[in-house]
Every structure is written in C-alpha cells, then in structure tokens.
C-alpha cells in the first residue's frame, strides 16, 4: 500500500509532478494509484443521482479527491482516461477542473505533499 511502501509513495508523489519523470512500468503503476480516487467519486456521484446520499456529502468528498488532478500528473491522467469514466460524471469533472482552482496551485499541492508547507507561507494556506 501507499502507506507503507516507501516506493509506491514516491512514484506517486513523482507522478503528480509530471509523467515524463516515471518509466513505463512506473507510468503503470502511478495510473492505477490514482484510478480508485476517481473510482469512488464516479460511485458516490450515482449515489447522489440515485438519492442515496447527499450532494454537499459527495461535494466535500469530490473537492478532496480532485484536487490530485490539479498537479501536472492528474491533468496527464485525466486527458488520457477521462473516456473511461461515465460520460455524465466526467463532465462533472471538466465543469470542476475549468473553475478558479486558485488556492489550489501546484506549488501549493506539492508543498502540502513534501510536507514543506508552513502557516507562515502565504504561498501554501
């Protein structure tokens, strides 16, 4: 698991950065590490459509899991598997992605990743 495998861990925070600095295999594995965050969210987006949960629960939980696809690396990924996904839920995705992402910046991202952000860093709040 990513938790507790150091190199899984590092070819995802790699792969956020940007594709072209993982190998093939690497490439592979960095996909299948963020397929499940788009996964849950296309499930929890039928859910709402099939009234069985809430809009602002799937809202929080949606925000969360894509803000990986504001890094270089989850805009790769999407550009490539956006058609795999259902077509209503991936147009949710582009309406999401085509917003003011602002505090959401790269810079701010991987910072928060490496774990260099600081409360004093108003680059990284």
């Given at each position: 698991s990513i938790v507790?495998?150091?190199d899984?861990?590092?070819i995802f925070n790699r792969g956020l950065q940007g594709m072209a600095g993982l190998n093939e295999a690497e490439?592979?594995?960095f996909s299948f590490l963020l397929a499940p965050f788009l996964g849950h969210?296309?499930?929890e987006y039928k859910e709402v459509a099939d009234g069985l949960?809430?809009?602002a629960d799937y809202e929080r939980n949606f925000a969360a899991r894509m803000r990986f696809l504001l890094t270089p690396g989850g805009t790769e990924f999407w550009e490539v598997q956006r058609t795999t996904y259902d077509p209503d839920f991936s147009a949710e995705v582009d309406a999401w992605l085509a917003?003011?992402?602002t505090e959401h910046t790269y810079h701010r991202q991987m910072s928060?990743?490496?774990g260099t952000a600081t409360?004093?860093?108003?680059?990284?709040?």
């Open positions: 507790s495998n150091e899984v861990a590092d490439r592979t594995r969210s296309q499930l949960r809430s809009r917003r003011d992402h928060r990743i490496a409360d004093n860093d108003p680059t990284t709040r």
